[in-house]
């Protein structure tokens, strides 16, 4: 059973379009929940989530986390051909001491047409 | 520019061979991890290593090793033993428990 839930697993929208994407998460060893953007190489660093309920915002994209529900949102407003990509949820986990991990869901596919 | 650097970025390995992946930071980072990415799958954690001359088995280790002799470096060896080693690799690395950083891949293919 996937530890780290991402839907959908592809999404086609026209540009100026609002999107939401899904992440639920296990509660075990709990740390942050992250999420990255990846086009065709490096998955890079979007936003890091620990807090339960306080949005945090980078231009057109905003996340937020629900500890209690075990989920998180990624929403880009107004989209962009440039937003294209997987967008990768990952939870990190304290595996013991100084052992952090990540576990990553399947990823969303997002195409923004023009 | 600090980074995180993977070579080669194409690899080809035949059958019964070892190939090598090369990762190296300037990050001054103590952690560093390896994922393997397959189509329409995330990352999944081969091996990873908190500090120098130490690392963990992560969730796909059958059939890899890692060394870590120095900090700036973490090259990962797919054996003959991996069966299917199609694949994009990824190497990262961090200030644990912070935000990994990655490189740009290294995509191996079987001739």
């Known amino acids: 059973e996937d530890k780290v839930v991402q839907s959908p697993l592809s999404l086609v929208v026209h540009e100026g379009d609002t999107v939401t994407l899904n992440c639920s998460y296990e509660v075990t060893n709990f740390r942050s929940l992250l999420w990255y953007k990846q086009e065709k190489k490096a998955p890079t660093f979007l936003f890091m989530l620990t807090s339960s309920g306080i949005e945090k915002k980078s231009g057109r994209l905003s996340s937020i986390l629900d500890k209690k529900e075990l989920f998180s949102i990624l929403n880009i407003t107004a989209t962009q051909t440039g937003d294209s990509a997987v967008y990768l949820c990952?939870?990190?986990?304290?595996?013991?001491?100084?052992?952090?991990?990540?576990?990553f869901g399947k990823g969303t596919l997002l195409t923004v047409n023009p | 520019d600090g980074g995180i650097t993977q070579s080669p970025k194409y690899l080809f390995r035949k059958e019964g061979q070892n190939v090598t992946l090369s990762c190296e930071q300037n990050?001054?980072?103590?952690?560093m991890y390896w994922y393997r990415q397959d189509p329409g799958q995330g990352l999944r954690l081969i091996y990873y290593s908190q500090i120098v001359n130490d690392f963990q088995k992560g969730d796909i280790a059958e059939g890899y090793s890692v060394s870590r002799e120095k900090k700036e470096s973490f090259p990962l060896t797919v054996t003959s033993a991996q069966k299917n080693p199609t694949a994009f690799y990824l190497c990262a690395s961090s200030i644990a428990p912070r935000i990994q950083h990655f490189g740009d891949g290294t995509r191996l293919s079987i001739l």
């Open positions: 990050l001054n980072h103590d952690a």
């Open positions: 990952a939870e990190q986990k304290n595996s013991g001491g100084s052992n952090y991990k990540l576990t």
